[in-house]
């Protein structure tokens, strides 16, 4: 069982879930509240496709799936589907992680989220010349059962808990992008939830809520 509610704010917010709750539950279970929720198809969702023209994630599980993605060979979809960042520099990596370990009382785990959190530039889907996203047609998807992850999850007044919990699904998965695309190994990620499962009805949403609030005031002296 997944709960969601509208705040005050009129935001939605994730109150519950069970403990068996996976990734495709709650992106189905979000779906059917925004189907359900009274007038609006969220709280302030006008149905207009904006989103569809913005910076679209694609993450690690999305590759195997998403059409014209050669699971073998991801670069093969470059600039006609996929849009590449940068190669992640690894000795930096490394470097700022160790640092902060050094200046400051946090775990090395700790220290790889939040790096991974503020270094994880995904690959994108490609866009036409309007602007919009490569699978939009006439303001709708051609590939609506198909898209990545990160579409069907996403809302544009999501509460607190849920956008968290959402930033860190793109994060790690980002960063599992990187060890499908060849670029880093799994050596160097192994905290990483998505190396756990091959399909996203196989992991648990509980895994993606890292606790980093002991992070907080140390980070505010490292920086």
Request: hydrophobic share 40%; net charge negative; proline share 5%.
């Amino acid at each position: 069982m997944v709960g969601f509610h509208i705040t005050e704010n009129n935001e939605i917010e994730l109150m519950e879930y069970d403990a068996g709750t996976t990734l495709a539950d709650l992106a189905a279970e979000l779906e059917s509240f925004r189907a359900a929720a009274p007038d609006l198809r969220t709280g302030e969702c006008k149905g207009c496709g904006e989103c569809c023209s913005d910076d679209i994630p694609v993450l690690g599980l999305d590759l195997a799936v998403l059409p014209g993605i050669p699971d073998t060979d991801p670069g093969q979809a470059v600039g006609s589907i996929l849009i590449l960042p940068d190669k992640p520099d690894m000795d930096f990596r490394r470097k700022a992680i160790r640092e902060m370990c050094e200046w400051t009382n946090i775990s090395e785990l700790e220290a790889t989220l939040l790096f991974e959190y503020n270094n994880a530039e995904p690959l994108i889907l490609a866009r036409q010349a309007s602007g919009e996203c490569c699978f939009l047609k006439d303001g709708l998807c051609t590939r609506y059962t198909m898209r990545p992850y990160s579409c069907g999850l996403y809302l544009c007044n999501m509460g607190p808990r849920l956008a968290y919990i959402q930033e860190m699904i793109i994060r790690q998965g980002t960063w599992h992008a990187y060890n499908k695309l060849g670029w880093i190994s799994k050596s160097d990620i192994p905290h990483n939830p998505f190396l756990k499962a091959d399909s996203y009805d196989k992991l648990l949403v509980s895994d993606f809520e890292f606790d980093l609030k002991n992070t907080s005031e140390q980070l505010f002296f490292y920086f």
